[in-house]
Every structure is written in C-alpha cells, then in structure tokens.
C-alpha cells in the first residue's frame, strides 16, 4: 500500500511540475511573443507613407520631388462588422462616388487601396458622407514627380510597388507588401536611403473589428535628400541633340570621373508609373523598342573608336612607329581572303599615325595582325575595357574582350589571323559600352582613369551627411608620354580635318574619333572626342543604334553639344 501512495505521489509531483514548468515557458520564456500576438488581435495599425528624398542636379536644381495625392481606402476590419445588406449599401454609394465598381475582400487585414490619384473634389464629397460610408477613408500619401518628364528617365529611374520576387529578396531589410520601391537608375541604386520610414498610427479594436481608441502614433521619417554629378541644362542639351535617334550620350568630366550627363533612347516617362491603376505604361511595355534598356551601359561592337587601343599596343610593343609607312590600296588580303577599307579608292601611302587620323582599316587590320588576341586583350583590359567600370547604376554590362584561350574555351576553335584583323579594326567579339569607351577616352585625355559616378552626396533631413562620393582614380594610361602625345595628335587632326570634321566648332577645339560598327542591318554610328583639346574638361561619347555612319549620325549629335557648351560656358570656361 505504501509503494501504491509514494507512486501516485510522485506521479502527481510530476504533473505538477511539467505544469509549472510550461507556465513558466509560456508567461517568462514566450511571455513576449504571446503578449505581442494579443495585442495584434486587439490592435491594427495604419500605415502613414514617408515621403522619399529629393533628388537634385550638381548646382540643386529639383530633378524629383514629391507631391500629395488623394486615395480612397475600405477599412476591412469594420466592414466586415456589418451585415450583408448594410455592407452592399456602403460599396454601392462608394462605386458611385468613383464612378467604379468597389469590391470587399473578407480576407484582407490592412486598409485596401480601391483608387489612387482621385479629384479633390470626389475626397470632399466621400469625406462629407463619411457617417453613411462607415469603413472608407479618405488618405493622403506623397508620390513621386518627375518635373522634366522623360529627361533623365534611365539615370533617374521610377518607383512602383515591391513585386513578389523582390519581396522575398528584400524582406529581411525591413521591405513589406505594398511598399513603394526604386526600379531602375538612381532610385533603385539608393532605395534604401531614399525611402525613408514609415510612420503611423496602431488603433485598439474591439471583437468586431471597430477602432476604440488611439494607442500609439509615429509620424513618418522623410528619406534622405540626393545630389547627383549631373548637370541639368548639359543634360537637356544632350537629351535635345540625340533627338528621337535610339542610341546614347554619355558625359564625363575625365578630372573626376563625374558623370555631367547621360542620355539613352528611347526612353519612357516616369510618372506614368505612380499611378498603380494607370493601365497607359503597358504601352511601353508592348512597344517592342526596348525602352527600359540602358542603352549607355549595353554593349555594341566599337568599330574604329577601338583604334586608339590598337596603336596604343602597336607603339607601346614596338612593334610599329608613328612615321612607319603602309600602303592601302583599298583592300588588305590575308590567306584567300579580301579585307576591304571603308575608303574603296585606299590611301594610298599613309604612316601609322596618319592611319587614326584617316582612320585606314589597312593599318589597323596589319596591326591587329602583329599584335595577335592575347597582346590587344592585355592593352584593352590595361584601359578598362572587359570590366564593369563600377558606376552607380543597375544594369551596367562587362562588355568583351576576346583572347585566344576564350575563342577556344567558347568556339572550341583555334584563333585564326582573321579574327586578329577583325581585332585591330574592333570588330568581331568585341564588346564595350558607350560608358566605357567615354572612361577610355577620357585616360587619353588627361592620362589617367577615375571611376565614374552619378551621386554626389546624400544628406539625411536633419542634414547629416550619410554618403559623399570622392573621385577615385582606378588606372592610369597604359602607353609612354611620347606615344600618348602620337595619339593625342591624331585624335586632334581627326577633328580638324579628317573624318571627325563636323564636330569642328570655332571656339572650342576638341579631339576625337568616329566610328562605323557592322552589325546585321545598319552599322552602329560612334562618335568619341574630349574637348577643349589642350585642357580637356569634358568626354562625350556619342553613339547612334543603326546609325550608319559615326562621321555624320554620331559626330553631328557631339557636334550640337559642343556648340551649345560653347555659346554657354564661353568655349574652355570650365562647367560649374
């Protein structure tokens, strides 16, 4: 009997024991978690939007701001304590109201956005009816503008609401449904300084859903303000001179490595995408122009702008000299093989240097010969070429820069003596970008290269400096002096009186180069320069989708820019 007791003893000390133990778990160990989910039971909060930073040009010249927009919300929480009829009453008047048809989901939680971007005057009258509208709010929430419409589309970007993929991406920096992201250019870049915090406010509610009283309130934290490297009338001068032309137009200050502009089309106007209900952007979607496409940081084959490589390396290895004389008598044969000049009569005799000023595809094709894959590659990559130049922008590519040992990885083939003379002109698997080849130019220009940059500075709301961008040099030209100084002079010469020609502006003597890139279709147009010449300030690289001919499509489009630097910096004045 005694051992029946001590055994129902103890089996009650453990039950008693495995209770307490689990009253401790729950009030001590889990206490928070639990109190927590009693209080979201009690308690909704809502969402008041920050407003994010604005985005300004290099002299503080309003690129992107903010502006106010009326929005109607259905409150599922207090809805949903009506009956059917009373429900349907509310919905049907609302519908009226916005002249569109509102439907209630029971299962949502937050306030449900049913119009954005609503009239003044229909908030009035839905806020003038809020007692036979019980469950709608009327709200105001900041939206993006972008004042100068399409200018500055790709570099700027646009905002719009966080997508599934990037919510699972994003979800544990803080990004939650519904919120309002950057998609593309700067706004994308800097998402998480621009946007800034939300604030709101948590409201107690009783079994049916229905707000009792205020709990907390947190007014929102603006985002962080952005100064970018771009200057805004440069910008739409350069946007004006590409016109309607799909293509590019980069701007770079080779001092600094500052990006004063850039330019891609077609382009898309960013404020068609505030409103999520404005169907008008599938247009841009559908227009099969590839709109959203960075076209400064896609890749093309260069054609001849990739001379200056190729006799860089020449010079450079010894293995030809400036006043070397070749012969072109329009055509280059090489095995069974004819390999025409763009100039069908030739050039007759003509030294190396005189070959990048004339631009002779004979010289380059002989060159690119002599020099063979391995040794341009090296060159190329020396001036940053196969590299992303690690601007501040989604969407830049590595470009190519093809060796033997590529060929074979990705051919499975051997590097012939054709591919190399394709290699001297810049055609065949190369690849580079407008923002690169403006990089490469501008290390000829002043003799070394600087990481290009779009932002400045950002600055918290309270003016706390929480980004300042400093010019960081990454390379320095790759050639000696004297072989610089051969470049240099032909790019000079190209300009005054070669191919280069129409971008010749009294005032303002620039350097440069033309370029025809062969593609299927239409060659690609290329214009590169630096002006002025002697104390360059400023690259542009201009480049022209199916352009055709970079003496004239790309030249004249770096032609208008120059003009317009020059009539408003008075020629080699220095841009502020």
């Known amino acids: ?48 939007p920050a407003a994010r930073g604005v985005i300004y040009d290099r002299n503080g010249k309003v690129l992107v701001e903010n502006r106010p927009v009326f929005m109607v919300q259905v409150l599922p929480s207090i809805l949903a304590s009506k009956d059917l009829k009373k429900r349907g009453a509310v919905l049907a008047e609302l519908s009226k109201l916005l002249g569109q048809k509102v439907e209630y989901k029971v299962s949502a939680d937050q306030p449900i956005i049913v119009k954005d971007h609503i009239d003044e005057a229909v908030a009035i009258r839905i806020e003038e009816r809020k007692r036979e509208l019980e469950g709608v709010a009327v709200a105001v929430r900041p939206v993006r503008l972008y004042p100068h419409v399409n200018t500055a589309a790709h570099l700027l970007g646009y905002v719009g609401e966080i997508e599934p993929d990037e919510l699972a991406r994003l979800k544990e920096a803080g990004y939650r449904l519904g919120d309002w992201i950057g998609k593309d ?35 929102p934290v603006p985002g962080a303000d952005v100064k970018l490297t771009i200057d805004l009338p440069l910008q739409e001068a350069a946007e004006q001179a590409l016109g309607n032309k799909a293509g590019a137009v980069v701007i770079l200050d080779p001092r600094t490595g500052e990006i004063l502009a850039l330019v891609s089309r077609p382009n898309y106007d960013p404020n068609v995408f505030i409103d999520p209900f404005d169907k008008s952007k599938a247009a841009f979607l559908l227009s099969g122009r590839h709109p959203f496409m960075n076209r400064a940081l896609a890749i093309y084959p260069p054609g001849s702008i990739f001379k200056v490589v190729t006799l860089s390396a020449a010079l450079e290895e010894g293995l030809t000299k400036p006043n070397e004389s070749f012969y072109c008598p329009g055509y280059y044969k090489i095995n069974n093989r004819i390999a025409k000049c763009w100039k069908e009569g030739g050039h007759g005799q003509i030294t190396a240097q005189e070959g990048l000023t004339q631009s002779c595809d004979i010289v380059f094709y002989e060159l690119g010969r002599r020099l063979g894959p391995d040794k341009l590659a090296a060159y190329a990559r020396k001036y940053g070429l196969g590299e992303k130049t690690g601007v501040d922008l989604p969407q830049e590519k590595r470009g190519q820069i093809p060796t033997s040992e590529w060929k074979r990885t990705v051919f499975k083939e051997q590097w012939y003596d054709g591919d190399s003379i394709n290699y001297g002109i810049g055609q065949g698997f190369v690849q580079v970008t407008p923002l690169q080849m403006a990089a490469v130019y501008s290390e000829i220009a002043v003799g070394r290269r600087m990481k290009p940059f779009i932002v400045r500075e950002i600055k918290s709301q309270d003016g706390e400096v929480l980004y300042s961008a400093q010019p960081e040099e990454v390379g320095r030209v790759p050639i000696s002096l004297i072989n610089l100084s051969v470049i240099k002079s032909a790019l000079r010469a190209v300009v005054e009186r070669a191919t280069g020609i129409a971008a010749k502006v009294e005032g303002l003597p620039a350097a440069g180069k033309t370029g025809t890139a062969q593609t299927p279709g239409l060659p690609h147009a290329w214009f590169l320069c630096y002006a002025p010449a002697d104390d360059p300030k400023f690259v542009i690289a201009s480049f022209v989708e199916h352009g055709e001919h970079g003496d004239r499509a790309a030249a004249y489009v770096a032609r208008d820019i120059l003009i317009w630097y020059n009539k408003t910096h008075g020629g080699t004045s220095e841009a502020k």
């Open 185 to 219: 250019g700067v706004e994308k870049q800097y998402d998480k300084l621009i946007r800034g915090i939300d604030g709101g406010r948590k409201v107690e509610v009783d079994v049916y859903g229905k707000p009792t009283r205020m709990l907390d309130f947190a007014e």
């Open 1 to 48: 009997m005694r051992d029946k007791k001590s055994a129902l003893f103890i089996a009650v000390a453990l039950v008693f024991a495995l209770l307490l133990i689990r009253l401790f778990q729950l009030q001590v160990v889990e206490g928070g978690r639990y109190r927590q989910i009693a209080e979201d039971n009690t308690a909704k909060t809502i969402l008041a």
